[in-house]
């Protein structure tokens, strides 16, 4: 029997889940409070989200492997800045410390993720079913090939479908709860779900490779 499993991705009001368990058929569930969302799926043997965990000094391996992994989609993954600069109180202040580490600034949507990875890696820190996914990683392996075109875009949008399919997941054309969240964060939040079951029954790959179980800094699919 297939282990129940949960992916998450943030998207502007909050977080939306997909939850996969012995069927087919994903649940997408949607919350402000990413505690309680997980919470919802009591059975879930892994947890993947779409959101750094750990944070480096400088630049994160799994990042730049990434990056690599899914071009010409390498746009997708933002290289996360070191932990100072994310806990700098200001944008201002945390691109003088940019600056000073990396040689250049950060964006103001970098910066505006702190508040979220801080929520990840506190809740990671107490649960060890929680992992790290990338969901154009999980699709450039879904895909079997580099996925030519944007998540947002008519032909993006039909490949990760047809994707998820492939995989075996049905995703219903009418959500209940979620009905109102954008298209690609629901099939972001279905390909890290793709990856948690491949992580719960040992089947998943890392970026770096063959990290250990329960690392930081790493990118699983």
């Known amino acids: 029997m ?63 492997l990434a990056r690599s992994f899914v071009k010409p989609r390498h746009n997708s993954v933002f290289m996360t800045p070191p932990a100072a600069v994310l806990k700098a109180s200001t944008y201002e202040a945390a691109n003088e410390l940019a600056l000073e580490r990396l040689g250049k600034k950060i964006s103001k949507q970098a910066y505006a993720l702190g508040p979220n990875i801080a929520t990840v890696n506190a809740l990671a820190e107490r649960d060890a079913r929680i992992i790290e996914v990338h969901p154009e990683v999980s699709f450039r392996a879904l895909a079997g090939t580099p996925v030519a075109w944007p998540k947002n875009s008519w032909n993006g949008d039909a490949v990760r479908r047809s994707a998820i399919q492939r995989a075996g997941i049905v995703v219903s054309n009418e959500l209940d709860e979620a009905g109102g969240v954008p298209v690609a964060d629901v099939l972001d939040a279905v390909a890290a779900a793709w990856s948690a079951r491949r992580y719960a029954v040992h089947e998943a790959k890392s970026l770096p490779p063959r990290a250990s179980r329960g690392a930081k800094e790493v990118i699983w699919y």
């Open 2 to 64: 297939a282990p129940a499993v949960v992916g998450i991705d943030w998207y502007k009001p909050g977080w939306v889940a997909a939850a996969l368990g012995a069927g087919s058929e994903a649940e997408i569930l949607v919350g402000p409070d990413l505690e309680e969302l997980v919470a919802r799926v009591p059975g879930a043997q892994c947890v993947a989200i779409d959101m750094p965990i750990g944070l480096p000094e400088t630049v994160r391996e799994c990042d730049v």
